[in-house]
């Protein structure tokens, strides 16, 4: 089985900087793309941010030049660093990522659990 565990997540007041975590865990041959979602109330899940495994990334237009994506793959870990947070940027943040299991011949995506990013005005 695959788990993948977020953390970081909290209450900040806006202008603030929170950084998420999200550890993959289980049997794991490769990860491919990782990545951070949100879903604020009322709202469809939204791409935030993704990282490859040879470290290319991409952006939502609403975060670029605020959020950074990076990873370790050492560790089956990636980060969301969230700087001049924004009412706006509250939501529950989900994190995926494309797994090949060990013994397994066909990537599978993974998600967290959530965390909650509250951003106070």
């Known amino acids: 089985q695959v788990q993948l565990v977020e953390s970081g997540g909290g209450l900040v007041q806006a202008g603030g900087s929170l950084r998420l975590s999200c550890a993959a865990s289980?049997?794991?041959?490769?990860?491919?793309?990782m990545g951070w979602y949100r879903q604020a109330p009322g709202k469809q899940r939204e791409l935030v941010a993704v990282?490859?495994?040879?470290?290319?990334?991409n952006y939502a237009d609403s975060v670029k030049g605020r959020f950074t994506i990076s990873r370790d793959n050492a560790k089956n870990t990636v980060y969301l660093q969230m700087n001049s947070l924004k009412p706006e940027d509250t939501a529950v943040y989900y994190c995926?990522?494309?797994?090949?299991?060990?013994?397994?011949?066909?990537?599978?995506?993974?998600w967290g659990q959530g965390t909650q990013v509250t951003v106070s005005s």
């Open positions: 990282i490859t495994s040879g470290g290319s990334t």
């Open positions: 289980g049997s794991i041959s490769r990860i491919n793309a």
């Open positions: 995926n990522a494309d797994v090949l299991k060990a013994g397994a011949i066909r990537f599978g995506v993974y």
